[in-house]
């Protein structure tokens, strides 16, 4: 019977969001009903089975699909599915809501998700991946707590660790579930073999020999606290899990996962896979749910292109249809400017850079398909948290990841700044970047996020409302308002909600010069009997 519950409930959500999203967007019309904060996907699921994420078996899939560049490239027109009325997304499983929600100030960021702090020595080896290259080691503290320890390169000290530490913080306050990542120093005395395990003082030192090496007498590492649960491989790029009734939105759906073109430009976290993602049952046998991670944040800024000496990294695929073609023709004559990039005067900077990043531009190493799925309100919206993440977050965050290099730090706080700038002049201009504020005396009061967060870069801004009722009858003639300031008040004649049948719908598009037309914002208005008017919906 809880089965068969779950299959209406699916059923009823899939059907809802399949005749919204098949519409126009201004066809929208939302119910006199507070907007859903807390979206309930807990609820208790019959354990499931792990699946195994098989790298070459994901670009075995991925790959076949580039030189369809008509279907492979061209966003989708499907809108996302996560969201709730107000065009945001609900804490839940996924996702809690933190930069551009909370106060986050720049302690709490730089503690992010600490809750048991780093490992305490000694440190018992249990398990040890790719001893050859890139180890990685399993390990126990004295207190019992399990941890992942993750190191730099040998040819490039410092750069995946203070990375991995930066970028942790950052999508934990971009609202991802993240594992609890610390900066780590010990001794080799500190480590030794576990019962699990049958390795050797000389093993030890032939898997330390392969990262970079110790500093005064010590090592330099990050640790990851193995999360709490069950692991049951990564999440699956497309569609649901067909073992989580809970799973109710295709994933390639999900503004939460399309908003990592966002994040990942910002951090040319290029690498972005299924494998940068798990899914852990939380909870007893047959009585917990799945809840959904993000993971492994060492090969964004410049790891990736140093460990694979890639320092095209972020500026193409791996395997790019479009560019094999034009270099045919061109004969290889047209060169690019990520053509020209080196790695960096400090080791554990890499190429990592702002000055030739183009967020229009920005591609991941692998395709993947929610990134290419992606949609300019997602975009914008990703855009937003971005602009919640002030310079004094990025400096308490470089300061704490303790780069080896006193100017490798301050060049990272530039080059974040130099991203975070291109991406907000990118991304808040492809929509209509108006937020209600409220509605009061018959106007209606926005504010404008691009003079907001871009303070006095568009100063020629002309704003033109529209107005349609719920059959997206256009009532009147547009008004037209000029403002040099970041709040504007729209004037809203009484009479219009009798024409709209007390549901007006204003479309507010802001024009700047130099800059091409965006879609406008819709906000939805509803007049109650009682003759208040309250905001039923948003669609960017």
């Not at 019977?1 to 779950?6: E, K, Y």
């Not at 990685?136 to 530490?165: E, W």
């Amino acid at each position: 019977m809880f089965s068969f519950m779950f299959k209406i409930q699916r059923f009823r959500i899939f059907l809802i969001t399949a005749l919204l999203t098949g519409c126009a967007s201004n066809s929208f019309r939302f119910k006199d009903a507070e907007p859903v904060m807390y979206f309930n996907d807990i609820h208790p699921i019959p354990s499931p089975e792990s699946v195994q994420y098989e790298r070459f078996d994901y670009y075995a899939n991925v790959l076949p699909e580039l030189p369809r560049l008509k279907h492979s490239f061209v966003r989708d027109s499907k809108r996302s599915m996560d969201v709730n009325s107000m065009d945001e997304v609900p804490a839940s499983s996924w996702f809690i809501p933190r930069l551009g929600f909370q106060d986050i100030s720049p302690e709490e960021l730089v503690n992010g998700p600490v809750e048991y702090g780093p490992p305490q020595p000694p440190l018992k080896i249990i398990r040890v991946r790719k001893r050859k290259q890139n180890p990685r080691l399993f390990v126990r503290d004295r207190r019992g707590i399990y941890y992942l320890l993750k190191f730099d390169p040998p040819d490039f000290p410092g750069i995946a660790t203070t990375t991995s530490f930066i970028v942790n913080r950052l999508f934990w306050g971009f609202g991802y579930h993240v594992p609890e990542d610390h900066s780590f120093y010990f001794k080799r005395e500190d480590l030794i073999a576990g019962p699990e395990i049958i390795l050797t003082d000389k093993e030890i030192d032939q898997i330390l020999s392969r990262v970079a090496g110790p500093v005064n007498g010590y090592y330099r590492s990050i640790s990851s606290r193995i999360i709490e649960g069950y692991p049951l491989g990564p999440t699956p790029a497309q569609g649901v899990r067909p073992d989580d009734p809970n799973d109710l939105f295709p994933h390639e759906n999900r503004r939460v996962l399309r908003a990592l073109h966002v994040f990942c430009a910002f951090t040319n976290m290029c690498d972005i896979s299924s494998d940068n993602t798990l899914d852990m049952y939380v909870g007893e046998k047959d009585k917990g749910y799945i809840k959904h991670y993000l993971v492994d944040f060492d090969d964004a800024f410049g790891t990736h292109a140093a460990r694979t000496r890639r320092l095209w990294a972020g500026y193409n695929h791996l395997f790019s249809f479009n560019d094999i073609m034009k270099n045919l023709f061109t004969i290889g004559l047209i060169v690019e400017d990520w053509e020209n990039l080196d790695n960096k005067s400090w080791k554990s900077v890499g190429s990592f850079e702002g000055d030739i990043f183009d967020p229009a531009k920005w591609k991941e190493t692998h395709p993947y398909q929610p990134i290419r799925k992606s949609q300019q309100q997602d975009d914008y919206w990703a855009a937003k948290k971005i602009g919640a993440l002030t310079e004094q977050h990025i400096k308490a965050l470089v300061k704490a990841a303790n780069y080896p290099e006193p100017q490798a730090e301050e060049y990272i706080i530039q080059t974040l700044l130099k991203r975070r700038h291109k991406i907000l002049r990118y991304f808040l201009c492809r929509v209509s970047p108006a937020e209600f504020l409220d509605y009061k005396n018959s106007h209606l009061h926005i504010a404008d996020m691009g003079r907001i967060l871009l303070q006095d870069e568009f100063p020629e801004t002309r704003y033109e409302m529209n107005y349609y009722d719920d059959s997206d009858n256009r009532l009147i003639e547009e008004t037209i308002l000029t403002s040099d300031s970041a709040v504007v008040n729209f004037p809203i004649a009484p009479y219009l909600f009798e024409k709209a049948n007390n549901y007006l719908r204003v479309d507010v598009k802001i024009h700047r010069k130099n800059m091409p037309d965006a879609e406008p914002a819709q906000f939805h208005l509803l007049r109650r009997n009682d003759q208040s008017v309250v905001l039923v919906g948003v669609v960017h």
